[in-house]
């Protein structure tokens, strides 16, 4: 079965630090390059960061860079996505994904930053 | 960066309806746009891509076009399944990005 399965998030603090992992089962996540998304309470979905399937480039939204990076585990099945320095404004459901096509997405984990 | 408006933010409707959203980039996206679904407490639905290119298993009812800067998506014989906030998104460039989403609601 072709799955994304999100872990970790919870509450921090502001200026703390959360590592989101994300582990692909049935397909080869990292070929499609892996995407994380975030939603912020009631509202609408913003892109957060893109890892390339070779793992040498990583693109991110301005909100993040610097704060967050995508990176992938030893095995070829996993993305994490390593936030630091988190604001109030970080308080999202956060979703790993493959986005366009094939869709496939995680179940969505809460990072409350409070 | 590109930054995506939607119209309407809602719209309103009734079953069998035909309805339109309109996405606009602020710059030459090319045909570089999806579409998403998303219902309340779900995950986002991927309807289509490049600009009319249909992910598996999405009704033939919905459909999209443009080019470059201006793009539609159009929802024909709106069915209850239906009603839902609809997003458009770039990936002409990095960072990609959504437009605000359309609520769609009776």
């Known amino acids: 079965q072709v799955q994304l399965v999100q872990a970790g998030g919870g509450v921090v603090q502001p200026g703390g630090g959360q590592r989101l992992s994300c582990v692909a089962s049935g397909f080869n996540f990292l070929t499609y390059g892996p995407h994380w998304v975030r939603q912020a309470p009631g509202k609408g979905l913003e892109w957060v960061a893109f890892?390339?399937?070779?793992?040498?480039?990583?693109f991110y939204a301005d909100s993040v860079k610097g704060r967050f990076t995508i990176s992938r585990g030893t095995s070829s099945d996993t993305v994490y996505l390593n936030m630091n320095n988190l604001r109030t404004d970080d308080t999202a459901v956060y979703f790993c994904?493959?986005?366009?096509?094939?869709?496939?997405w995680g179940q969505g984990t809460t990072v409350a930053v409070s | 960066d590109i930054q995506m408006t939607q119209s309407p933010s809602t719209l309103s409707a009734s079953v069998g309806d035909t309805v339109t959203i309109t996405c606009r980039a602020s710059?030459?996206?090319?045909?570089?746009l999806a579409w998403y679904q998303q219902k309340p407490g779900h995950v986002p639905r991927l309807l289509i891509y490049q600009t009319s290119t249909f992910e598996p298993g999405v009704p033939s009812r919905f459909s999209g076009r443009g080019s470059e800067t201006e793009f539609t998506l159009t929802i024909s014989s709106l069915q209850p399944n239906d009603f839902a906030t609809y997003y458009c998104q770039q990936y002409q460039d990095y960072p990609w990005t959504f437009g605000q989403g359309t609520r769609v609601e009776i």
């Open positions: 710059q030459n996206i090319n045909r570089w």
């Open positions: 994904a493959t986005l366009i096509s094939p869709d496939v």
């Open positions: 890892l390339s399937s070779d793992g040498t480039t990583e």
